[in-house]
């Protein structure tokens, strides 16, 4: 079956600007997670999102934000970009919400900020 | 969740086991032990999670002791394919969809 699929897969935008980047998960999973990965932070947890709501958040501002549609495909944007924004940023899906569930990524998207 | 510790890097040659140890010793009953590897620039791949039972699939063995403070992560026969940064994670059962990962243990193997 198909994996979690992200689009686009590499992305340019300019200080200020926003983007919007998307995650469609594995069919018939319900829990979408995001996350941001630099080579200096690492991979950090950004929120979760079951059944159209969001169920957790990382500590990230307000600038970064998500949905998830009935069909569970989910969007995460981040608006007035900043050079530090740029990131691999990805996407895991889950069967389920809970901890003994495993989630699957996505390859993720690429963005760079000038 | 709890704490892991992993070493930094390790090297294996081609065609022996890779043991990758992970050290979560303030590790609560009703936490997993995930592990998960990311090759360069890719999204990370899952591997094996386990409760308190070792674990067996097509890709890796799970050994968690018994105090379930530490665990072993087993790739039986490495392959050049099997570099990779390789992330141990502990995950409660009633945490979302949400791992926090830490700086893994880099993975080099040796032809």
């Known amino acids: 079956k198909a994996g979690v699929t992200q689009t686009p897969r590499y992305l340019i935008k300019t200080r200020g600007q926003q983007v919007t980047l998307s995650c469609s998960p594995i069919?018939?999973?319900?829990?979408v997670s995001w996350y941001q990965q630099t080579p200096g932070q690492g991979l950090q947890f950004l929120f979760e999102?079951?059944?159209?709501?969001?169920?957790n958040k990382g500590n990230f501002p307000g600038r970064f934000s998500g949905r998830q549609f009935s069909n569970s495909r989910s969007e995460m944007n981040v608006s007035t970009l900043e050079l530090g924004d740029s990131a691999l940023y990805l996407c895991?899906?889950?069967?389920?919400?809970?901890?003994?569930?495993?989630?699957?990524f996505g390859q993720g998207t690429r963005l760079t900020v000038v | 969740d709890a704490k892991t510790t992993q070493p930094t890097s390790m090297d294996c040659a081609e065609g022996r086991a890779a043991n990758l140890p992970c050290n979560h010793s303030?590790?609560?009953?009703?936490?997993?032990v995930y592990w998960y590897r990311q090759i360069h620039s890719q999204g990370p791949q899952y591997i094996i999670h386990?409760?308190?039972n070792n674990e067996t699939n097509e890709m890796a063995s799970l050994i968690i002791t018994e105090d379930r403070k530490s665990s072993t992560l087993i790739l039986p026969h490495a392959t050049l394919r099997d570099t990779a940064v390789y992330y141990c994670i502990v995950r409660a059962r009633n945490t979302g969809n949400q791992f926090y990962f830490g700086t893994g243990t880099s993975l080099t193997v040796i032809p």
């Open positions: 069919s018939g999973h319900r829990s």
């Open positions: 303030t590790i609560s009953g009703n936490e997993y």
């Open positions: 386990g409760l308190k």
């Open positions: 895991a899906s889950s069967l389920g919400n809970t901890g003994d569930t495993e989630a699957f």
């Open positions: 999102y079951f059944s159209e709501t969001q169920r």
